[in-house]
């Protein structure tokens, strides 16, 4: 059965610190796809990476970058220089190629303090 | 552009009362679902669509229904509400299953 653990239930952090979100899954299939989003104190869900289960390589998109590791069954979510507006809730989600399902962890809610 | 579309954004319920949550997304989108987020329990899923006339369970399927009639709605309905079921609900689309998912606005239901 497909599962998502967020074990950081909340960080607090001092602005222009760097803080790692963790997110560890378990699956049994061998194609899944892994995504991280978004909720703001306005309370919407954003969308901000998927990467398949082939695909190992680390991405970067500005200040936010996410670690994938088949190894560790861990897919990891950096934010460099973070910043008050990068307060939120953060969700790590997992759905396997042999289930229609999308499964989310529990979230982890992100303080960044000026 | 519209994208998904969840009404009402507020409710308040009696126990034992029904009530139907509004989705509809204009994406031409085969799949759709429905969550709930619970503090501390993040988003879990109630029912799923992957397509107009197919709907199956997903994480916490009991004390709710679905149908999926045409491929832009989606509506969940409470059949008798309970005070467990005090949740902010979200409704999902998305191309496919392995697609990003657009979110509505979410309801917020507290049944009393």
């Known amino acids: 059965a497909q599962k998502v653990t967020q074990a950081q239930t909340e960080i607090s952090v001092v602005e222009k610190e760097d803080v790692t979100l963790d997110c560890v899954y378990e699956?049994?299939?061998?194609?899944?796809?892994l995504f991280w989003y978004k909720q703001p104190p306005s309370g919407e869900l954003v969308f901000l990476i998927r990467?398949?289960?082939?695909?190992?390589q680390n991405e970067i998109s500005g200040r936010y970058s996410w670690n994938f590791q088949k190894s560790t069954s861990s897919f990891n979510f950096t934010i460099t220089a973070s910043q008050v507006v990068d307060s939120a809730v953060y969700f790590c989600?997992?759905?396997?190629?042999?289930?229609?399902?999308?499964?989310f962890g529990s979230g982890t809610r992100l303080l960044v303090r000026p | 552009n519209a994208g998904v579309t969840q009404t009402p954004k507020f409710q308040v319920l009696k126990t034992g009362q029904s009530m139907t949550l509004q989705c509809a997304q204009d994406?031409?989108?085969?799949?759709m679902s429905w969550y709930r987020q619970d503090p501390g329990m993040g988003l879990r899923l109630i029912h799923y669509?992957?397509?107009?006339?197919?709907?199956d369970q997903g994480e916490v399927p009991n004390g709710y229904n679905v149908s999926r009639s045409t491929t832009e709605d989606f509506p969940l309905r409470l059949l008798s509400a309970a005070p467990s079921q005090t949740s902010v609900y979200f409704c999902?689309?998305?191309?496919?299953?392995?697609?990003?998912?657009?979110f509505g606005q979410g309801t917020r239901l507290t049944v009393v």
């Open positions: 999902a689309s998305s191309l496919n299953r392995v697609a990003e998912a657009f």
């Open positions: 994406m031409n989108h085969e799949y």
């Open positions: 669509s992957v397509g107009a006339g197919i709907t």
């Open positions: 699956t049994r299939d061998t194609t899944y796809y």
């Open positions: 989600a997992l759905s396997e190629a042999s289930s229609y399902k999308l499964i």
């Open positions: 990467r398949n289960s082939f695909d190992e």
